[in-house]
């Protein structure tokens, strides 16, 4: 069973600046998805990055990018230019293709705070 | 329009009684679940469900119940509430197939069991 460990149960960043968040995670899978999904104070869950495994590329959304490095099995998000508004949870997630891709596992969160 | 919807948004029980939460989609998604976010945060699937299969977390207690009408629809039914049933509900759906796609999440559900 794959499973998706963030290390960094805590976070805290000054308005403006870049703060990295960690994920590593577990699969003998050579195909499959990576998330990132946020979980601000509201706790809707809302969809902050994708990346498939089989693109070498990493996904950039704006101020948010990713470090996907398959190897080493290591999905990091990087937030640039902090705004207040990016304080959540932030939950890293891996999708198998198999099965329907029926198979979502999450990470235990880290809690980001913006200081202004 | 809301994606995925789910109501109540909150529920405040005594422990034995029975609840049911409703969650509807309008995406056309194949797969509908419900994972359970407990007080630490941590987001477990309970069931997924579509047309063909019911795929159960087998820790979940028996007590759980999904209930789908339609593919649109999956409802929780939880049965004999007890106080660790206490935490925020999510439902969600997803486009299965040759295109694995994100997880639509609801807006979750309180349960509160007194």
């Known amino acids: 069973a794959q499973t998706v460990t963030q290390s960094q149960p805590e976070m805290s960043v000054q308005e403006a600046e870049t703060v990295t968040l960690s994920c590593t995670y577990d699969t003998s899978e050579s195909d499959y998805y990576l998330f990132w999904y946020k979980q601000p104070p509201s706790r809707q869950m809302i969809l902050v990055i994708r990346q498939e495994a089989y693109k070498q590329q990493n996904a950039t959304e704006n101020r948010f990018s990713v470090n996907f490095q398959k190897a080493a099995k290591s999905f990091s998000l990087k937030i640039s230019d902090s705004q207040l508004g990016d304080a959540a949870m932030y939950f890293c997630a891996y999708r198998s293709v198999d099965n329907y891709g029926q198979n979502f596992v999450f990470g235990p969160g880290t809690r980001l705070s913006v200081l202004p | 329009d809301t994606a995925v919807s789910q109501t109540p948004k909150y529920l405040v029980t005594q422990m034995g009684n029975d609840k049911s939460i409703k969650c509807e989609q309008n995406l056309g998604h194949d797969t509908m679940y419900w994972y359970k976010q407990d007080s630490k945060k941590f987001l477990k699937i309970m069931f997924s469900?579509?047309?063909?299969?019911?795929?159960i977390n087998e820790t979940v207690p028996n007590r759980f119940s999904p209930k789908s009408p339609d593919k649109a629809h999956l409802n929780l039914h939880i049965n004999s509430l007890e106080l660790g049933d206490s935490a925020v509900y999510f439902c969600?759906?997803?486009?299965?197939?040759?295109?694995?796609?994100?997880?639509?999440f609801g807006e979750g559900s309180r349960l509160t069991v007194l």
């Open positions: 469900y579509n047309n063909k299969e019911l795929i």
């Open positions: 969600a759906s997803s486009q299965d197939g040759f295109y694995t796609g994100e997880l639509f």
